[in-house]
């Protein structure tokens, strides 16, 4: 008995217009240049034949809102691909099924023929439907994987102080209560440290506030240069910066900052040919049992506020 089956209509030669779509057209031209489908070539190809740039830096809410949607598109089409094989599966089966038991009960050349050519033909017809549906599992997951690369970096641009790459105050949240939960679980101290340059304003009146923006990334590249891996820079707000300093007790935090006080004398800011001196006052507190991050930074600003008062360049030690 003859076996009628869907099958995916073949490349219509028009631009693909979903994620999964586009990432088989891009395995497709992968596999025609022999590139070796490494995330980057995927991502390369992918943007080229969407027709499209790499997110830019717009507005967060549009960018997550972009990656949501090729999630569900790209979901949406792996259903749909696995759901049909599926079901051509069962067709597929159940007429080889019949065609076999025919084959077993006749005796005729012809229909014998007849069965045998059908069940070839069923039998080809799921090769081909299996082999192009595993092909649109693999496109589907390295488009997952594009996805997965852009939520990474998506995540990391949200988190960060795009003048300064140091984290903003969203990632500094997400810091604190990682690195007070692994203090309080191991019984490991944890400081932080407020910075704050001293004179700011004067900066930007006589220099300009593009001096002022340069004086910012002197100053966190400086203290990038003296943190080890596990500290974290936070640009809290204007020219003030938090540093979270993990398994650092009050001592140790002193010898950090004032370790920074020395490397920022001797590294002076050239802009536009001219040295310009920083220095920065700096709070210091260490984690006591019973608070919390917040009370915390409280604490390390009060201590800030203090080294300000008492003439700048200095540190001063919360209470």
């Not at 594009?146 to 939520?151: L, R, T």
């Not at 002197?218 to 240069?225: G, M, P, Q, R, Y």
Request: charged share 25%.
């Amino acid at each position: 008995m003859p076996l009628s089956m869907t099958h995916p209509p073949p490349h219509s030669g028009k631009t693909p217009q979903t994620p999964a779509d586009i990432a088989r057209a891009a395995l497709h031209k992968l596999t025609e240049e022999m590139l070796p489908p490494t995330p980057e070539n995927f991502t390369k190809i992918y943007y080229e034949i969407s027709g499209t740039l790499p997110p830019p830096d717009s507005a967060s809410n549009q960018r997550c809102g972009n990656l949501l949607e090729m999630i569900r598109e790209v979901v949406v089409n792996l259903s749909e691909k696995t759901s049909g094989l599926a079901v051509d599966l069962q067709s597929g089966n159940q007429g080889i099924k019949q065609s076999l038991d025919d084959l077993a009960t006749t005796e005729e050349k012809a229909r014998i023929q007849q069965l045998l050519h059908s069940v070839i033909e069923a039998t080809s017809v799921l090769y081909t439907r299996v082999e192009d549906t595993h092909e649109d599992i693999v496109a589907s997951r390295l488009a997952m994987e594009h996805i997965k690369e852009e939520m990474r970096e998506t995540r990391q641009w949200l988190q960060e102080d795009t003048l300064t790459g140091a984290q903003n105050r969203r990632g500094m949240d997400m810091t604190l209560a990682r690195e007070i939960a692994r203090s309080k679980r191991y019984k490991t101290a944890v400081s932080t440290a407020m910075i704050d340059i001293d004179h700011f304003k004067r900066v930007n009146d006589v220099h300009g506030h593009d001096a002022g923006d340069a004086a910012l990334v002197h100053l966190s590249t400086v203290i990038k240069s003296v943190l080890r891996e596990a500290d974290v820079l936070v640009r809290y707000g204007g020219e003030e910066f938090l540093v979270v300093l993990p398994e650092t007790d009050i001592r140790g935090a002193h010898y950090v900052v004032d370790r920074l006080k020395q490397v920022i004398q001797k590294s002076p800011m050239i802009y536009e040919g001219k040295k310009i001196e920083l220095t920065f006052s700096g709070g210091i507190a260490q984690l006591k049992s019973d608070e919390n991050g917040h009370a915390l930074i409280m604490r390390a600003d009060k201590a800030l506020y203090e080294a300000k008062h008492a003439g700048r360049n200095c540190i001063k030690v919360a209470e």
